[in-house]
Structure formats: structure tokens, C-alpha cells
């Protein structure tokens, strides 16, 4: 496509495995893992950890688990995020490119590619597809853009759009995408995001004494709410909700997706799905707001692994709502964004 603006945008996503052949994943989650923001321990301790301990254990059962989900065209996560990108260049008329944290395409590719389709390129929008701020997602992708622009001396702008848990476009396609599914019998509907350790809720916190220390901290207003993973993740909950008109007893929040002996974000949906059947929630909806596209955490942990301890843990009916992939008014909200960002001078 012939560039009609000097503005392009990149779309970065997290990234998946190349293939699902073991060395492939292994290479995916040493990668995925060494990232000091990840797991933010002392650079030889985070070394052993991951690469004698946790990625020689874990590979073969990720390959596994990919292997489940993997469609013809590849990953999902990466085919949904290139539908995305297609959907969003249609409607905005300028040139977008896909860049991931882990794995391909580095953002430097996309960069490249712009550069490539305009020489004049004078700014780069790039959209996080990470709803709310988390060190290990959200500030790890756009450090990461930063780096590669200011490195390879990029000669173009780079503008990057905040954290969206709270956006009425954002609320408002997650609650539409949601609104076919409660048309149907329901008991309870869950909330699960993907967790993150306790610690790093508290490092995160910038004035070093609010998060998980004043009671009801995600509730209290605060300065640190603009970091706060866990703020953020609430507060977008309680907006859906409150747009779809849920009661309070209907609806709940857990975390998914813990790795390792930490203590992580609890409730944990693990725990949560063997619970709610026993309270008589034994027709559940599940959706999963902080993946903006359907990845291994939604299609796996949640559809395949959720449905079935749900079950056989007494639920009757398990439905997992999809993610909000290329849903219309998600993509009318990328587009929106985009379009905002440009710098006007
Ligand atoms: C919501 C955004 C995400 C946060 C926050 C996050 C934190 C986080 N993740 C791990 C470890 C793993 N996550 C894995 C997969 C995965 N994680 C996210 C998003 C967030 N992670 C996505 C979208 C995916 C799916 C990728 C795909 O290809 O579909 C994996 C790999 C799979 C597996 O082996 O389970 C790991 C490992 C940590 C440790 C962490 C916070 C500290
Ligand atoms: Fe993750
Ligand atoms: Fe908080």
C-alpha cells in the first residue's frame, strides 16, 4: 500500500513461539523469561532459574499445550493480531504494521517496513495491545520500542498510547462483545486476568506506600493507580460491569496463568473454578479482558483447562467469551486512537 500520510502505526503484541517444535518454544520462553521485568531477579540468579530450571521443565509441556491451540496459518495470537492489523489499515487509510515483544516480528522489523512503504515517514503511533499497565507487559513492550527507535536512530517520531483499562471505547467493546452472552442462563460471571506477582504490584508502586498498604488500596484514589496492575484491572471490571448493568453478586474478579512459588495476585481463577460450583455458581461465563486477542492463556488455560475443572468440579456450563480479536467497535476504537495521536503540528 502506497503511504498517503507521514504517519504509520504499529500494533505490538507479546509474541508467540515460531513454530511449536520444543527448541522453538524453549528459544520463545528463554527470551520471554530473561526479560528483567519479567522475572526481576538479579541477572545470574534469573539466568540459572530460567535456563536450568524453569524453561528445561516447562518447554515440553508449552510445546504440548501450543500444539492444542495451533491453527494452519500459526499461532493465534499472532493470526488474530495480523486480522487486527488488516481491519485497522482498511478503516484508517495509513500504513500499520505488527510488532511483538518476544519472538517476530522485533518492532525494529515494523519500523523497517514503514520506512520501507515511506522514506518521508516523519511519526510512528505505537498502540500497546495491553489494556492496563503491568511492568511485565505493558512497560516491557514499549521500553523495548523505545530502545530499538532511539538505538538504530530511527529518523521518524515515536508517539505511544497510554494504558486503556478505563477508556469508554475500550469499556464499551469489551461490555458489546460481552452483551450476546447474557442473553443465555447464567449464574455468575468471572472476570480473569492474567496475574502478576504480589512483589511486583508493590515495586510498581510510586509513592512507595499505598498499594496492598492502605486498606482497600485499589479503591482509595492514588497517584500510583497509574502504574497499578491491579487498580487498573479492577476498576475495568466495575466499568463493564456497570455498563451491562450486573449486580455486584453476579460478577467477580481472579487471576490466571501463576508461574513459579510466589505469591501472585490472588483470587486464582484455578482456585476460583473448583469453588463456584460448591457455592451454586454452576452456570459460568468467562471472559478476559487484559488479552485483547485469543492466545494460548484464553484458548487453553481458560477454554480447554478452566471448562474441564469446572466441570468436574460440579459446574453444569461453562462458556468462555471470546476475546475482543476483530470485533467492530474495538477496531472503531484502534482506529479513533490512531487517529488522536497524530501529531498535529
Ligand atoms: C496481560 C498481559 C500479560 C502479563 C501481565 C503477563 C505476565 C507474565 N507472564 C508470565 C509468563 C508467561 N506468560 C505466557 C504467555 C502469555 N502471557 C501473556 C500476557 C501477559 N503475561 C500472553 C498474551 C500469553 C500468551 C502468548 C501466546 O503465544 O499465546 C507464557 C508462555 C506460555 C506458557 O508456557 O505458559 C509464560 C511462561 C510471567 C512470569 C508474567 C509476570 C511476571
Ligand atoms: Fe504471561
Ligand atoms: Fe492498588
Keep these: 500500500m ?3 500520510t507521514d504517519t504509520g502505526i504499529v500494533l505490538m503484541n507479546l509474541g ?11 528459544r520463545y520462553l528463554n527470551e520471554f523469561l530473561m526479560d528483567k521485568r519479567v522475572i526481576d531477579y538479579p541477572y545470574l540468579l534469573r539466568w540459572l532459574l530460567v535456563t536450568r530450571i524453569i524453561v528445561p521443565r516447562r518447554a515440553p509441556n508449552s510445546a ?11 499461532s493465534p495470537l499472532m493470526v488474530l493480531t495480523q486480522q487486527l492489523q488488516k481491519a485497522v ?35 510512528v503511533i505505537l498502540l500497546p495491545l495491553y489494556p492496563h499497565y503491568a511492568m511485565s507487559s505493558y512497560e516491557t513492550a514499549v521500553e523495548y520500542a523505545k530502545e530499538l527507535h532511539k538505538k538504530k536512530r530511527y529518523p ?35 472476570f480473569s486476568y492474567h496475574g502478576v506477582p504480589v512483589r511486583h504490584i508493590r515495586k510498581g508502586d510510586i509513592t512507595g506506600g499505598h498499594c496492598l498498604q492502605v486498606e482497600d488500596c485499589c479503591h482509595v484514589p492514588s497517584k500510583a493507580h497509574g502504574f497499578c496492575y491491579r487498580h487498573q484491572v479492577y476498576n475495568t471490571s466495575e466499568l463493564v460491569a456497570a455498563r451491562l448493568g450486573l449486580p455486584a453478586e453476579k460478577w467477580s474478579v481472579s487471576f490466571q496463568s501463576r508461574l513459579g512459588r510466589e505469591e501472585w495476585l490472588q483470587p486464582y481463577t484455578a482456585e476460583r473454578l473448583e469453588q463456584l460450583p460448591k457455592e451454586g455458581k454452576k452456570k459460568l461465563l468467562v471472559v478476559c479482558p ?31 467469551i471470546p476475546c475482543l480479536n476483530v470485533h467492530p467497535l474495538w477496531v472503531q476504537a484502534v482506529v479513533k486512537w490512531c487517529e488522536q495521536s497524530v501529531t498535529t503540528s
Design 2 to 4: 502506497e503511504a498517503k
Design 16 to 26: 508467540s513461539p515460531d513454530s511449536t517444535a520444543v527448541p522453538d518454544v524453549q
Design 64 to 74: 504440548a499445550a501450543y500444539r492444542s491451540i495451533w491453527w494452519e496459518e500459526g
Design 89 to 123: 489499515q482498511h478503516d484508517l487509510q495509513l500504513p500499520v504494521e505488527i510488532a511483538m515483544r518476544y519472538g517476530n516480528p522485533s518492532p525494529a522489523v515494523a519500523y523497517d517496513k514503514l520506512l520501507q512503504q515511506n522514506p518521508q515517514l516523519k511519526e
Design 156 to 190: 521518524f517520531k515515536l508517539t505511544i498510547i497510554p494504558p486503556y483499562y478505563n477508556e469508554p471505547d475500550y469499556i464499551n467493546a469489551v461490555a458489546e462483545s460481552m452483551r450476546p452472552y447474557l442473553q443465555q442462563d447464567y449464574d455468575h460471571v468471572l
Design 290 to 320: 487484559a488479552f485483547v486477542s485469543d492466545c494460548l492463556e484464553t484458548l487453553e488455560e481458560i477454554a480447554v483447562e478452566g471448562k474441564h475443572s469446572f466441570i468436574s468440579n460440579g459446574g453444569d456450563s461453562f462458556t468462555m
